[in-house]
């Protein structure tokens, strides 16, 4: 039962790197969305996508691309890291409809030195 | 757009006090609305939410919220907490359309259960 899985865990990469983090979710569900978790911040919505083939930008974009090619996979893609980059990330996932629950993966946690 | 305010940053608290954690939303329309836990180490869980019906809502763990819509509040209880209860709390919103554009967070509440 694998629901939202990230990879990897733990990066830690120099300023000016790109790296892609992954996520997959098994659960069929249409929607998909990266957070950013920051100290005293809470989470906050980067990029999100509700189907194959449509994303948008959420609170904040700068920085990080993303793309939807198949149902189940929604990378995150940093062009060339910044220190002010070092955050931990949840990618989610949830189905369509009212009060669905998004089922968040474990984590991404980035240092960017 | 949305706005999620948690009033408690840091919540300290004995084992078998009552816990009340707060969250008020700004939002004109009709939203649904959760809140989540996030144990030490671990991803974030949803403890109970809230889309329509009775604003009394119930979830895990004994946990339960209500949904006054006229205060614009979401607030968390526990009658009787415990040591495992330590964690981050986040209160989350998103509109009823469904919001595809994901939820809007507060900025969490760390509980400490003092044993």
């Known amino acids: 039962n694998a629901g939202v899985t990230q990879t990897p865990k733990f990066q830690v990469l120099k300023t000016g790197q790109s790296m892609t983090l992954q996520c997959a979710q098994d659960?069929?569900?249409?929607?998909m969305s990266w957070y950013r978790q920051d100290p005293g911040m809470g989470l906050r919505l980067i990029h999100y996508s509700v189907g194959a083939g449509i994303t948008d930008q959420g609170e904040v974009p700068n920085g990080y691309n993303v793309s939807r090619s198949t149902t189940e996979d929604f990378p995150l893609r940093l062009l060339s890291a910044a220190p002010s980059q070092t955050s931990v990330y949840f990618c989610?996932?949830?189905?369509?409809?009212?009060?669905?629950?998004?089922?968040f993966g474990q984590g991404t946690r980035l240092t960017v030195v | 757009a949305q706005s999620v305010s948690q009033h408690n940053h840091h919540v300290i608290l004995s084992e078998a006090a009552s816990l009340e954690l707060g969250c008020n939303y700004s939002?004109?329309?009709?939203?649904?609305l959760f809140w989540y836990v996030q144990y030490p180490g671990q991803h974030l869980q949803l403890l109970l939410k809230?889309?329509?019906?009775?604003?009394l809502v119930k979830g895990i763990k004994g946990f339960e919220a209500e949904f006054i819509k006229s205060k614009f509040s979401f607030n968390l209880r526990k009658p009787s907490v415990q040591w495992s209860d330590t964690a981050e709390y986040f209160c989350a919103v998103n509109d009823s359309g469904g919001g595809a554009d994901g939820l809007t967070f507060g900025k969490g509440t760390h509980l400490i259960i003092q044993p």
């Open positions: 809230y889309f329509s019906g009775d604003p």
């Open positions: 989610a996932s949830r189905n369509r409809g009212l009060g669905t629950e998004a089922f």
């Open positions: 659960m069929n569900h249409e929607y």
């Open positions: 939002y004109g329309g009709t939203v649904n």
